[in-house]
């Protein structure tokens, strides 16, 4: 995959779970926090293969996979997750190296607003 600094065209932000500091009972909860932004090149999901065709009374229930390319960044890992346009998505596998660390394909899920992964 030939990527161009110049596709790399949507601010997105970098967030995760980060421990806070300790309240009264001596915890140490967990809060979301932003780590950084970074620019992305957001590669939209295919829908149907060629040759496939929705039958009549099927139902089809398929999970939103959405892949970015960035920069390199050894901070993006699974258990970080992506906000662009308000919608997040959560890293769903290892980012994979594109080049010697220059950029970095991350497959996603979206998440809903509750947490949960659609």
């Known amino acids: ?28 909860p967990k809060t979301p926090q932003k780590l950084f932004s970074c620019f992305a090149k957001k590669i939209e999901p295919s ?11 099927v139902q089809i229930v398929t999970t939103a996979h959405v892949a970015f ?24 596998a290892k980012p994979r190296e594109i080049g010697r660390k220059q950029f970095m394909e991350i497959i996603t899920q979206v998440k809903d607003n509750k947490g949960g992964l659609l």
Do not use: C, H
Not at 6 to 22: F, H, N, S
Not at 47 to 57: A, I, M, Q, R, T
């Open 69 to 92: 390319v960035v920069r390199f960044d050894a901070r993006i890992t699974e258990l970080t997750w992506l906000r662009l346009d308000g919608i997040s998505y959560q890293v769903a």
């Open 47 to 57: 829908g149907l293969s060629e040759g496939e065709k929705e039958e009549d009374n």
């Open 1 to 28: 995959m030939k990527i161009d600094a110049g596709q790399l065209d949507r601010l997105v932000e970098v967030w995760a779970m980060v421990e806070a500091e300790r309240n009264s009972f001596g915890e140490r």
